[in-house]
């Protein structure tokens, strides 16, 4: 099956910076590549995602980029605030698959 | 538009023990997925309904089942508890038909077993 790996698993950041995290999936039928964010005692809530015909996509602060040649793909957040501050969790799919594989989560922390 | 609801959203249930946990998904969402959320596993699939029937199972034993209803709401059962199954159990709904398309999660029920 579909195998998600996520770095790092910690990141700290300082406020206004950048933070980059990295996941890489296996199954090359993977076309499907949601980001979720999780705060503490919260339910995952959607961020950003991407489909495998787009390489890049931009939501405000927030972009992912997807290589789907070297099966990875990125999530970028600029100009980083506290609010930033919670774990974020990559996942892959594939097509009308609806199982989503999430990686094991990055916990970010915006220091001020 | 109500979220996905999830009862209960916490329970604690001895060793041996059997439990069922409910989702009523989004209106006009046909699929449900479970998911369980531990600190050591992260969130691992345990299966996917779409119109009453299983669409795909994850790697977990035959002790977790689950079901859906007419109405789209699910159920999912775990017998002859073990410690090791306490968790946060995680429902999401979706559209369900085509492509994937966002999965939008309940806040979660909290198994604990003593």
Redesign the interface.
Known sequence: ?ENVEQHPSTLSVQEGDSAVIKCTYSDSAS??F?W?KQELG?????II?I?SNVGEKKDQRIAVTLNKTAKHFSLHITETQPEDSAVY?C?A?I???????????TTVTVRA | KAGVTQTPRYLIKTRGQQVTLSCSPISGHRSVSWYQQTPGQGLQFLFEYFSETQRNKGNFPGRFSGRQFSNSRSEMNVSTLELGDSALYLCASSLGAGTNTEAFFGQGTRLTVV
Request: hydrophobic letters at 25%; glycine letters at 16%.
């Open positions: 099956g076309n499907y949601p979720y919260k339910r995952p809530q959607l995602d489909r969790f996942a799919s097509g009308v698959d609806y199982k989503l594989s999430f990686g094991a989560g």
